[in-house]
């Protein structure tokens, strides 16, 4: 009888797993994901690339590509502990501590989520344990972009370790991989560096906790079969939706594929599943283009506005930020002086930055007071409400500072909740910035962090704008909270998340910058909760253009947030220049500018509202790389090709530097004429430009000569359709 039930039990499992080999496609606009699974029940990725036209030609392509027999280098998400010996995606400590799992296809389901969207999931399930994965691929056509994650269910009866959890394991067939990475510091940020990548695995990861990206941010950009540029080559741009420590790995097989392997880091970080949960890993986004770069590029902001960014579609407010005009040292009288300012200048708002807050001890340096989120008497005597009202008497709307993840421990919040913050308790504490780490895991500290930013609202409902701060990362890692360590990591950021989806369901609108002493936190997965980013500290005006210019590969426009500082020798022209480029800003004293530079200012911020859509909403495309050109030029065109922006600015400090010959456009119609005007004149000037009227075809043929050199670093046109 025993003999008898086990053989039906066998056979049971044959029926389960003896699957018709099928090929599953995954379609976007111009590409194809083709899943495969053999008869076997394995699935492996046999393709990714141009779409065919016939899509029954699909099922064609795992014999002709004549991949490994075992679909092992191509899995579509590697196991660990069975016949594989590669590098998982997945890999799990069962129960009853067997370090095995192996994973086979049982079904596959497309739900449509709108005409532009639709996800196809693929559930595996492992043949001998109770374990569970759903690979999930979300497509959003138009944009050729689509987000993977997976779902690991513990269905055991006891709990399962996760020792790795990717997200996407992903199979790339070429001649050659060139990857263009970015690292950085602070007020370093998006420094690139391209490299063919060779045998093995080349890793991009974190373990820095919060504030993770501060050293390398989590964003890629592949290069297929040769090293693709701004308008040629097949390129993949890629960025992890995850806000702590990650792990991409890059591995270049002995067939010379490259195996794609990205999600959270593992480090530390054997994540206990309890019995009957799931645990749903972040998304990786990514696109694929067969125009180069710039294409590419376009394709993930146009998906980051439609779908990512709060309000990406919507407009953005201009500012006034007195952070470095006045650092910790203000008063109200101070601020009613900087209130009537932004009034002058013309921007939507003021900012108040760091120092507004705590008493017993109050926030004049960065020593003390973070963490105690009450208004400081001797500097706001009438309270926040007030500069609200006096804002609104200016025709102006406010905004204000927060950094509530973090504490000094000069504070009352320290004294008070020691156990809420991250720390070795039976080590010294080792800080950056004078400050630690607020337990983000313990729900007790997401209530209170979601309490700062709801007891704003409560106390001033017609606050405008918040920028939310992070500057340091987490170190000596430890939680009173936590039962088991190895979570910790991975709960911070999803407590941070929490406190996030909390704030966005309450207001869901309002605009809010996501700062992190620079640019430590600019990720697709922080970008889901907030309008806009601080891409660094760093706002020399030269080297804002390469740091913007680096970001603009994995985000719009819109959402950079840059402010015009008195960072650097550039005259302000310059450096109002260099901002329009993306979302504008000021942190400087007005009342100290010239009546010239005033003027223009004013006149900067006029021209910027009027170019705005085409700044926000349009198509960009680089024209000159500052890497490589004397002049870095960039063009924003509207939708309707119709309106456009062209910055143009001096790089080169070398004898006789300018743009010595036309610079070709894009993105423009053909067909129409265009005007071509000089704006953002400083008063005073004249136009250096041949001004007038050219066909879109001659712009982008043959081009404009901004003419820039030393006198007149940077060039901002007009184009404007002549009907
Ligand atoms: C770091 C930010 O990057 C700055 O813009 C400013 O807000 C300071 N923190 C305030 O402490």
């Known amino acids: ?9 066998a056979t049971l499992l044959f029926f389960a797993f003896s699957v018709h080999a099928q090929t599953i496609p995954i379609e976007t606009k111009n590409n194809a994901i083709i899943l495969h699974v053999n008869s076997d029940g394995y699935v492996s990725m046999v393709y990714f690339g141009k779409k065919l036209d016939d899509k029954n030609e699909y099922q064609l392509i795992p014999a002709a590509q004549n991949l490994d027999e075992g679909n092992l280098y191509s899995s579509a998400y590697t196991t660990a502990g069975t016949r594989n010996v590669l590098e998982p995606a997945i890999a799990v400590t069962q129960a009853d501590g067997n370090k095995s799992l192996d994973l086979k296809f049982v079904n596959q389901s497309v739900t449509r989520l709108s005409d532009d969207v639709s996800q ?24 050729d972009v689509i987000e993977q994650w997976s779902e690991i269910n513990n269905l055991e009866k006891k709990d399962i370790t996760l020792n790795k959890y ?26 690139p560096e391209e490299e063919k990548l060779t045998h093995g695995i080349k890793t991009l990861d974190s373990k820095l906790g919060s504030r993770a990206d501060l ?20 390129v993949m741009i890629g960025n992890l939706e995850w806000s702590g420590n990650y792990r991409i790995d890059f591995e270049v097989d002995p067939t010379d594929n490259l195996r794609l392997i990205a999600g959270i880091n593992n480090y530390a970080s054997d994540y206990k599943l309890p019995s009957g949960a799931i645990f749903e890993t972040p998304k990786l986004v990514y696109t694929l283009s067969h125009h180069g770069k710039g294409e590419a590029s376009r394709n993930l902001q146009d998906w980051a506005r439609k779908y990512q960014l709060i309000d990406g579609e919507g407009p953005r407010l201009t500012l006034l930020n007195n952070w470095e005009s006045t650092f910790f040292s203000f ?38 007071g973070l963490g105690d989120w009450q208004v400081n008497h001797a500097k706001l005597p009438n309270g926040v409400g007030n500069l609200v009202k006096e804002a609104e008497k200016n025709g102006v709307k406010f905004g ?56 704003l609202f409560a106390k001033n409902p017609n606050l405008a704008y918040i920028k939310w701060d992070c500057n340091s990362v987490i170190y000596n890692a430890y939680s009173a909270y936590e039962k088991d360590q190895s979570n910790f990591y991975v709960d911070y950021v999803n407590g941070l998340y929490k406190v996030m989806d909390r704030m966005r369901q309450k207001y869901p609108k309002v605009p809010m910058m996501l700062c992190s002493g620079g640019g430590g936190r600019v990720d697709y997965g922080a970008l889901h909760y907030f ?69 223009f200012s004013q006149q900067a911020v006029m021209n910027y509202k009027d170019f705005s859509e085409a700044i926000w909403h349009g198509n960009q495309y680089r024209l000159q790389s500052p890497w490589d050109n004397d002049v870095a030029s960039i063009v924003y065109v509207d939708t309707l090709k119709s309106r456009a922006i062209v910055f143009n600015y001096l790089i080169s400090q070398r004898f006789d530097a300018g743009s010595h010959s036309p610079v070709k456009l894009k993105g423009l119609d053909p067909a129409k004429q265009y005007a071509i005007k000089e704006i953002n004149l400083y008063p005073g000037t004249k136009s250096g430009i041949k001004e007038g009227t050219f066909s879109g075809d001659f712009l982008m043929t043959i081009g404009i000569n901004p003419e820039v050199h030393d006198d007149r670093a940077s060039v901002v046109l007009s184009v404007e359709e002549r009907k």
């Open 166 to 191: 990717a997200s996407a394991n992903l199979y790339l067939q070429a001649k050659n991989f060139y990857l263009k990475q970015y690292h950085g510091e602070w007020a370093k940020e998006m420094r």
């Open 400 to 455: 204000i500072w927060v950094e509530p993840e973090m504490v000094n421990p000069k504070s009352e919040l320290y004294e008070n909740h020691p156990d809420w913050v991250v720390k070795q308790p039976k080590r010294g504490d080792y800080m950056m910035r004078n400050q630690l780490v607020l337990d983000l895991s313990n729900p007790k500290v997401q209530d209170f962090v979601f309490g700062v930013i709801d007891e």
């Open 215 to 234: 050293l390398q941010p989590p964003s890629f950009i592949v290069s297929i079969d040769k090293p693709a540029n701004e308008d040629e080559g097949d």
């Open 120 to 143: 196809t999931s693929i559930h595996l399930k492992d043949p001998i344990y109770a374990v569970e994965v759903t690979l999930h691929y979300k497509v959003y056509a138009a944009e």
């Open 531 to 599: 309008t806009e980013y601080w891409p660094s500290d760093n706002t020399e005006p030269r080297e804002r253009v390469y740091i913007q210019w680096e970001y603009s590969y994995l985000y719009p426009a819109l959402a950079s947030s840059n402010h015009v500082t008195n960072w650097g020798k550039e005259p302000l022209k310059y450096r109002v220049d260099v901002a329009m480029m993306g979302k504008l800003g000021f942190d400087i004293v007005v009342g100290k500018l010239s009546p010239n530079d005033l003027l």
């Open 331 to 368: 008063d109200e009288n101070k601020l009613a002086e900087i209130l009537k300012d932004t009034k002058k200048l013309g921007v939507d708002l003021f900012l108040l930055d760091d120092g507004w807050f705590a008493n017993k001890y109050p926030r004049n340096d960065d020593h003390a």
């Open 1 to 9: 009888m025993k003999k008898f039930l086990s053989l039906f039990a």
